[in-house]
């Protein structure tokens, strides 16, 4: 049999053996020597660090502050875009509620003025209907006169019905040279603008397609090719200044023009320029804005208008003059008290509506192209939350129907709080 083996106790080195030993590995394997430059650059590597991650959070920083304060703008525009939305809604419901009156007029408080109009209280802001339109004449002009309320500028506070310009697709030649600074060459140059926009769109329309797009207009609205009046500005010989007019000195054509109404002018509210236009004189025009001024409500129809010119009355008194019944409140001009006498039979005898005609003589052929009612009615709202600095405009048309009303136009533009803009 094998032997097991046996192993002897270990046996430990003294402790000078143990140190003599390490020393010789140390000198077999000598560590290397460490060199100053390696911590400089780990210095340099951590500084760097550092700072991209100081970039990185400088940019996040940033980037939460810019969408902090583009989520609030978001959100006061939309803030101002509901506020003017609203004015624009409450105005419509201002109309319904007038929109069966027998006549309407400037003059009269739900139409015009500064106290029903102007920096409305509304929610968190406020809120103006404006006329867009509204330029101070100068003085010799004759009287712009929208209501007493001008004195104050209130004049420019309120409603503009479409039905208080002359339509454009409807007027003739001698009502365009009514309007300043119109010769009689520019009037035929737009007259045969139109004639050809008529022929162009009378070939579109052959197609069905064309046929079924071209039907926009609504009922009850003269239909015709232009679409918006600044294409007046095509016709050869118009310029800036006679279309947009004067600044401080006289409406232009736009201010005086639409494409979007029934054809008539509404005589309660039409502007001098364009009462002139389709044939009253100065004298009878300057006497109809009297009436105005000294707080005429309006006149109830066509026949008492007509007969209030004819009679040469300048102030209003007594109850309407309506053949086919007085409204509740209306009056009528008089040549009583104070009121100047009508004219001489001399004068009568001059041709109705000619320049020479005297303010007691009846324009003739008027009668069909006047009304006392408006059915298409644009407002421009201006909605902010501090008065006076508007941030957000709306501008809308409204027409009526005999059972219904409904926005034609919807314009909306969020606007820089020290200099409103504009957007036709």
Not at 131 to 160: H, I, M, N, W
Request: proline share 6%; charged share 20%; aromatic share 8%.
């Amino acid at each position: 049999m094998i032997a097991p083996r046996r192993f002897s106790p270990m046996r430990v080195a003294p402790a000078r053996l143990r140190t003599d030993g390490r020393a010789r590995r140390l000198q077999r394997f000598p560590s290397a020597p460490r060199r100053s430059g390696e911590a400089g650059f780990a210095l340099i590597i951590t500084l760097w660090v550092m700072g991209i991650l100081g970039v990185m959070a400088s940019t996040f920083a940033f980037q939460t502050e810019c969408e902090t304060k583009v989520e609030h703008w978001s959100a006061q525009s939309r803030q101002a875009y509901n506020l003017a939305r609203a004015g624009v809604h409450r105005t419509a419901g201002l109309i319904r509620e007038h929109a069966r009156d027998q006549y309407h007029s400037i003059t009269a408080g739900w139409f015009s003025g500064a106290e029903e109009f102007h920096d409305v209280s509304f929610g968190p802001g406020y809120y103006s209907i404006v006329r867009q339109d509204f330029v101070p004449k100068g003085a010799g002009a004759v009287t712009e006169a929208l209501s007493p309320l001008e004195k104050d500028e209130g004049g420019k506070y309120g409603l503009v019905d479409e039905e208080s310009l002359l339509n454009i697709n409807a007027a003739s030649m001698s009502q365009l040279q009514g309007f300043p600074d119109v010769s009689n060459v520019l009037a035929a140059n737009i007259i045969l603008f139109i004639t050809k926009k008529k022929e162009a769109l009378k070939k579109e329309k052959n197609q069905q397609k064309q046929q079924d797009e071209g039907d926009v207009q609504e009922k009850g609205l003269v239909d015709g090719p232009i679409r918006k009046v600044e294409e007046l500005l095509q016709v050869k010989g118009m310029t800036k200044e006679i279309f947009y007019g004067s600044p401080g000195e006289q409406d232009g054509l736009a201010d005086c023009l639409t494409c979007f109404s029934s054809g008539k002018v509404n005589i309660n509210t039409a502007k001098p320029a364009v009462l002139h236009a389709i044939g009253f004189t100065k004298q009878q025009v300057q006497a109809l804005m009297d009436f105005r001024m000294a707080g005429w409500k309006g006149f109830a129809s066509v026949d008492a208008a007509m007969q209030a010119i004819a009679t040469g009355a300048t102030t209003p008194s007594g109850p309407a003059a309506n053949p086919g019944g007085a409204a509740p409140g209306d009056s009528t001009p008089s040549a009583s008290s104070g009121a100047t006498p009508s004219a001489s039979p001399a004068a009568a005898s001059a041709p109705s509506g000619s320049p020479g005609a005297p303010a007691g003589s009846e324009p003739a052929g008027l009668s069909d192209l006047l009304t006392v009612t408006s059915k298409n009615f644009r407002m421009t709202c201006l909605a902010g939350f501090t008065k006076g600095k508007p941030v957000h405009r709306i501008t809308a048309r409204l027409t009526l129907d005999d059972n219904a009303m409904r926005f034609t136009m919807w314009r909306s533009q969020a606007l820089d709080e020290a200099a409103p803009g504009k957007r036709s």
